[in-house]
Every structure is written in C-alpha cells, then in structure tokens.
C-alpha cells in the first residue's frame, strides 16, 4: 500500500523570503504521479504542482518548485518570494494505479508572517 | 462556469438520519470521487466511479451509498448519520490517467449533532 508522510505540521515564512516543505512516500508501483494540492480557508482543493515519476526533470511553476528525489522517495516542495496569500494547508499526494486515487499526506498549514 | 459543483455546502443534521449530497462536474471527465476530510485536516479516499461503474470502495460503512446516474453526477447517500460522520465532503473528477489533475468540488461541511 502506499503511504505519504509530511513530518512538519506547521511551517511558518517571512514574506518574500523561501520556504520549503517536506514530503516522504512509500510505493511499489513503478509508474505514479506526486502532486502537491493547496486548501487556503476557503477549503477549496487547488493543485500546485505536478510531478510525474518517470521524468528526471524537478517541475516548476512560477514561485513553485519541487526537488523530487526518486531513489529517495522524497518529494519537497519551495515556495519563492512567499506572498500572504500563499498562507494555507498544504498537501502531498500520491497518484497511480489501476484506479488512479489519490494518497494524501497529513498536511503543512503554512503561515506567513508580513 | 463552476467546473465541479456540490450541493449543499452545509448541511446540519440530526442523528439517525438519512441525507444526500450532490455532484456535479460539467468537465466531460469520465472518473468521480468523494474523499472524507475529517477534523484533523486528513483527506482519504471514499469511492470512485468510472463511467458509471464503481471502482473504488474504500472499506467504507455500508451506511454510505454511491450512486452514479450518468458520467457527470456522482451522488452521496448516508444512512442513519453518527456523530463520525461529521466531516468536510469532497467530489472530485478527472479523466482516468494517473497523469491528470482531479479537479475538487468546494466541499460540503456536515455536522452530525
């Protein structure tokens, strides 16, 4: 079964300034996808970044990036120039197999500090 | 132009009893989720539907019911309500490849008292 581990419940961030947070998995499957997904208050679900497996290449999408780790199963995610409006819960998931659901970790609430 | 609707978002009920919540995604997607969200922020997985056809049952109670009219609804029914099913209630869709992005509906907040 596959498992995600996010070791930081709470992560705080001087505006402007990087932040990184942490993610760990655990899977069998040879073909998956890792998503990072953000739940301001609002709780709406909003995907981050995308990562497939099977590409060396770490994803970016503008002040967002990742350091994925394959051999390591880790799956970290930077945030640049943090902004206010980047306070919120932040989640790791796993996607892959037959049946495509998604594993989510625990969760990194994310606050920052003007 | 909401792409994955439900409906409500709030729901207060008492328990033992019955209540539905509904899905919508107008994306053309063929696959629909619910996910749990209970008070500890902790999203799991409930059922999905593939064109229609169940085929993810998360050992969940028998007390939760599925039903998938057609690809673009995806509806939840709870049976005699307990205290633990008080949570955040998400539907989500995608086309069924790893590769794609569920799309989240806004959740429905029920409070079972």
């Known amino acids: 079964a596959q498992t995600v581990t996010q070791s930081q419940p709470e992560m705080s961030v001087q505006e402007a300034e990087t932040v990184t947070l942490s993610c760990t998995y655990d899977?069998?499957?040879?073909?998956?996808?890792l998503f990072w997904y953000k739940q301001p208050p609002s709780r709406q679900m909003i995907l981050v970044i995308r990562?497939?497996?099977?590409?060396?290449q770490n994803a970016t999408e503008n002040r967002f990036s990742v350091n994925f780790q394959k051999a390591a199963k880790s799956f970290s995610l930077k945030i640049s120039d943090s902004q206010l409006g980047d306070a919120a819960m932040y989640f790791c998931?796993?996607?892959?197999?037959?049946?495509?659901?998604?594993?989510f970790g625990t969760g990194t609430l994310l606050a920052v500090q003007p | 132009d909401t792409a994955v609707s439900q409906t409500p978002k709030y729901l207060v009920t008492q328990m033992g009893n019955d209540k539905s919540i509904k899905c919508e995604q107008n994306l053309g997607h063929d696959t629909m989720y619910w996910y749990k969200q209970d008070s500890k922020k902790f999203l799991k997985i409930m059922f999905s539907y593939n064109n229609k056809e169940l085929i993810i049952n998360e050992t969940v109670p028998n007390r939760f019911s599925p039903k998938s009219p057609d690809k673009a609804h995806l509806n939840l029914h709870i049976n005699s309500l307990e205290l633990g099913d008080s949570a955040v209630y998400f539907c989500a869709s995608s086309q069924q490849t790893a590769a794609n992005e569920q799309f989240f509906g806004p959740g429905t907040r029920l409070t079972v008292l």
């Open positions: 990562q497939e497996a099977y590409k060396q």
């Open positions: 899977t069998s499957e040879s073909d998956y996808y």
């Open positions: 998931a796993w996607g892959g197999g037959a049946t495509n659901k998604l594993i």
